[in-house]
């Protein structure tokens, strides 16, 4: 987390609440461990490319509350709950929602990742496009 961030009030009162972590970059099976014990994953950007940890948390089968830029509504496929970009209150009121919501692992948001765009998927795009440069 980075140092700035740490310095606002936002933060500061977020870091009371036992149920909130800003983990920061983490990999391998400590990453796992969170998404397999995580109830909400949140991706509030105003701004973002195609997000890993996006793929990743609807992969996992993780409730996810993300903002509604194109990026993220291009992957969530309908698995995310969503808020308008820079609605704090929007944002709010989601988290307020899936707070109230059984715990949740799907099989079927690891399957659609899988499927729309998992290695598979990016092969044959990519060859679509190939051979359609090539004029086949």
């Given at each position: 987390?980075?140092?700035?961030?740490?310095?606002?009030?936002?933060?500061?009162?977020?870091?009371?609440?036992?149920?909130?972590?800003?983990v920061g970059?983490?990999?391998?099976?400590?990453?796992?461990?969170?998404?397999?014990?995580t109830?909400?994953?949140?991706?509030?950007?105003?701004l973002e490319?195609?997000?890993?940890?996006?793929?990743?948390?609807?992969?996992?089968?993780?409730?996810?509350?993300?903002?509604?830029?194109?990026?993220?509504?291009?992957?969530?496929?309908?698995?995310?709950?969503?808020?308008?970009?820079?609605?704090?209150?929007?944002?709010?009121?989601?988290?307020?929602?899936?707070d109230?919501?059984?715990?949740l692992?799907?099989?079927?948001?690891?399957?659609?990742?899988?499927?729309?765009?998992?290695?598979?998927?990016?092969?044959?795009?990519?060859?679509?496009?190939?051979?359609?440069?090539?004029?086949?």
């Open positions: 987390v980075p140092e700035t961030f740490k310095k606002t009030e936002y933060y500061q009162e977020a870091q009371k609440d036992p149920r909130i972590r800003f970059f983490v990999d391998g099976e400590r990453k796992a461990e969170l998404y397999a014990n109830h909400c994953f949140v991706l509030p950007s105003d490319g195609q997000s890993i940890a996006l793929f990743e948390a609807i992969g996992y089968g993780v409730r996810v509350v993300c903002s509604d830029i194109y990026e993220n509504m291009a992957v969530s496929g309908g698995y995310c709950m969503t808020f308008h970009a820079g609605d704090a209150d929007g944002l709010l009121r989601k988290l307020q929602e899936a109230r919501l059984p715990f692992r799907s099989r079927e948001r690891y399957d659609y990742i899988s499927r729309e765009h998992g290695v598979q998927q990016m092969y044959r795009e990519t060859d679509r496009v190939l051979r359609k440069a090539a004029g086949e």
